[in-house]
T-cell receptor, first 112, second 116 residues
């Protein structure tokens, strides 16, 4: 069974204090690993897709990396507007269609 | 591109009534649409997968007769919560695939259902 575990559940940072969010996964054949940002009361917003170990992608203050067991979302010098819940999800080759299995999310709060 | 809309964004209804939520892909044809449910401060739980013109595939524990899904066209799927009860109150989110990046899911803004 595919499993995705995110840690920590919640993270408080001061503005400018860099950190990393972790997503550990167990999947029978990874098709892709996805990172989303979700603001309260809204749907998830796509950030990155990673397909193979060693791959990295960047967007503004965010950088996502992937190994065979986990992915990290690095946040460099975060700002208050980066406060949101960050969701990680995997797509398994064995699952039909493009089904995603989500982790529990990390609630990030950045204080000014 | 790859925009998904949902309607309504919020709905309040009385217990026992039925509520229909629409999910539309605005600028691409969605071969597959997904329906999720999200409880406060929890992650997304997949309820069902629907392909245009065929019956939806429901996840274990999701009542088919309670949550009716229709995927009538490549741009529209509907979720009907039948005989709603307060425990059905939740945030319902749809997503769709089939755009340029065929394996990516693009999410709608969600619908907040409150059953009194």
């Amino acid at each position: 069974e595919d499993q995705v575990t995110q840690s920590p559940e919640a993270l408080r940072l001061q503005e400018g204090e860099s950190s990393s969010l972790n997503c550990s996964y167990t999947v029978s054949g990874l098709r892709g690993l996805f990172w989303y940002r979700q603001d309260p009361g809204k749907g998830p917003e796509f950030l990155f897709t990673l397909y193979s170990a060693g791959e990295e992608k960047e967007k503004e203050r965010l950088k996502a990396t992937l190994t065979k067991k986990e992915s990290f979302l690095h946040i460099t010098a975060p700002k208050p507007e980066d406060s949101a819940t960050y969701l990680c999800a995997v797509q398994a080759i064995s699952r039909p269609g493009n089904m995603l299995t989500f982790g529990g999310g990390t609630r990030l709060m950045v204080k000014p | 591109g790859a925009v998904v809309s949902q309607h309504p964004s919020r709905v309040i209804c009385k217990s026992g009534t039925s509520v229909k939520i629409e999910c539309r892909s605005l600028d691409f044809q969605a071969t597959t649409m997904f329906w999720y449910r999200q409880f406060p401060k929890k992650s997304l739980m997949l309820m069902a997968t629907s392909n245009e013109g065929s019956k939806a595939t429901y996840e274990q524990g999701v009542e088919k007769d309670k949550f009716l899904i229709n995927h009538a066209s490549l741009t529209l799927s509907t979720l009907t919560v039948t005989s709603a009860h307060p425990e059905d109150s939740s945030f319902y989110i749809c997503s769709a695939t089939g755009g340029r990046e065929n394996n990516e899911q693009f999410f709608g803004p969600g619908t907040r259902l409150t059953v009194l």
